[in-house]
């Protein structure tokens, strides 16, 4: 990941606009900002959220709050809980992100 062309700057995320996202379950409320070509957000998953699509985009993924499943398409389901992140590459697994509970991510792809 090369970044460059934006100066040092702080991100208040309560004043960021929160845009709905709704999943084949649930919804995701995004707050996104973008730093050249990075999309860094902070999203927030209703309990029951089930994403409406198998993902191929890259991210890093840190859990908040909550508790994160994401399904692979080879059939592992891996768990994470706050303090947890994952790390995966563009078209390098797809994947597809549900909880029970809710769950509050700070996400950088």
Same mark, same amino acid.
Request: glycine residues 10%; contains cysteine.
């Given at each position: ?11 208040? $995320?309560?004043? #960021? ?5 709704? *999943?084949?379950?649930?919804? &995701?409320? $995004? =707050? ?6 990075? =999309?860094?957000?902070? #999203?927030?998953?209703?309990? *029951?959220?089930? &994403?409406?699509? $198998? ?33 995966? &590459?563009?078209? &390098?697994?797809?994947? =597809?992100?549900?909880?029970? #509970? ?5 996400? #950088?792809?």
């Amino acid at each position: 990941m090369q970044m460059s062309g934006f100066p040092y700057r702080t991100t208040d $995320w309560s004043k #960021v606009e929160q845009m709905e996202y709704k *999943g084949d379950r649930g919804s &995701a409320y $995004w =707050r996104t900002q973008f730093f050249g070509d990075i =999309r860094v957000r902070m #999203v927030e998953y209703t309990p *029951g959220y089930l &994403a409406d699509h $198998w993902c191929v985009k890259g991210h890093i993924v840190l859990c908040m709050e909550g508790e994160l499943r994401t399904e692979l398409k080879d059939g592992r389901t891996l768990t994470l809980g706050p303090g947890m992140s994952y790390q995966v &590459a563009d078209d &390098a697994e797809p994947h =597809r992100s549900y909880t029970t #509970v809710g769950a509050k991510l700070f996400i #950088v792809d």
